[in-house]
């Protein structure tokens, strides 16, 4: 069973950047597609970006794109979320999530497994 940890969340001005860590343990991370969500405070989940294994496809919000990347390092069963020219709105907690599933997803009730988030905050 997989397990997830993230890391990398804090306070940071608007216009910084900041990079999360998602380790995976338990199993064969390789096999897993992984994904990054938010949850802005009084607002839904959202998909923020997933990176499938099968042929590493990558895809974003459509109004992330452009300040956020993702990558992935397989040897070290991590998944980076590098946010740059971050703005109040993206103050969230940010939660990792896998799946079994090689092909890309991006629909949130598609993960079995979930980090406990890591907390994103903004200032203006």
């Known amino acids: 069973q997989m397990q997830l940890v993230e890391s990398g969340g804090g306070l940071v001005q608007a216009g910084g950047s900041l990079r999360l860590s998602c380790i995976g343990s338990?199993?064969?991370?390789?096999?897993?597609?992984v994904a990054w969500f938010r949850r802005a405070p009084g607002k839904e989940r959202e998909f923020v970006s997933a990176f499938a294994w099968i042929g590493g496809v990558i895809d974003y919000a459509d109004d992330l794109k452009g300040r956020f990347s993702v990558t992935r390092d397989n040897g070290r069963n991590t998944l980076y979320l590098q946010m740059k020219n971050l703005k109040p709105e993206d103050t969230a907690v940010y939660y990792c999530?896998?799946?079994?599933?090689?092909?890309?997803?991006?629909?949130?009730?598609?993960?079995?497994?979930w980090g406990q988030g890591t907390q994103v905050t903004v200032s203006s």
């Open positions: 338990g199993d064969n991370f390789n096999l897993y597609t």
């Open positions: 999530a896998a799946e079994k599933n090689g092909l890309l997803e991006t629909r949130s009730e598609k993960f079995t497994y």
